[in-house]
């Protein structure tokens, strides 16, 4: 059973930077993609980014592109969301997921970390 704490978050002025982390446990873990999302209040979850385990092939969302950067770890089998220039919209709980196959869907989850960004 995979478990994926997420931390990094924390409250920033607009224009400013943070680092999320998503660290994996279990005994295995070789997932097909993994990536982050976040939900706004009142909002639906929203995709972030994404990263392929193996190769590392990155897709970030266009309203991420240019100021996000995902990445990992393998070894640390850690996922890494730099965030700079955070906007107020940029505000919301970040969660990291896991897909583990190609067919599959994103069905293992963290907890979330609350990212604050003021104006």
């Known amino acids: 059973q995979v478990q994926l704490v997420e931390s990094g978050g924390g409250l920033v002025q607009a224009g400013g930077s943070l680092r999320l982390s998503c660290t994996a446990s279990?005994?295995?873990?070789?997932?097909?993609?993994i990536g982050w999302f976040r939900r706004a209040p009142g909002k639906e979850r929203e995709f972030v980014a994404q990263?392929?385990?193996?190769?590392?092939?990155?897709y970030v969302a266009d309203s991420a592109r240019g100021r996000f950067t995902i990445s990992r770890d393998n070894a640390k089998r850690t996922l890494y969301l730099q965030m700079n220039s955070l906007k107020p919209e940029d505000t919301a709980l970040y969660y990291c997921a896991v897909r583990m196959s190609a067919g599959g869907t994103y069905n293992t989850w963290g907890q979330g970390t609350q990212v604050t960004v003021s104006s």
């Open positions: 990263i392929a385990w193996s190769g590392g092939i990155t």
């Open positions: 279990g005994r295995t873990f070789s997932p097909y993609t």
